[in-house]
């Protein structure tokens, strides 16, 4: 939740943009690799599984 000023919650969500932007390109090459699923908390990648621990930060299996 953001809880600074205006220019602070553009500036986060310009950030937010160019790293989605950044994930976006990565699944795209993984998905020339084979099949990329989504599913709630997990991606699913050819030989691998992207999904969140308990703590909720991002792993792969």
């Not at 993984?30 to 989504?38: F, K, Q």
């Amino acid at each position: 939740m953001h809880t600074g000023d205006a220019r602070s919650l553009q500036e986060k969500e310009e950030q937010a943009r160019t790293l989605a932007l950044q994930v976006a390109a990565l699944l795209t090459q993984l998905d020339t690799l084979g099949n990329v699923t989504a599913a709630p908390g997990r991606i699913l990648v050819p030989g691998a599984e992207i999904s969140r621990d308990l703590s909720g930060a991002w792993t792969v299996r």
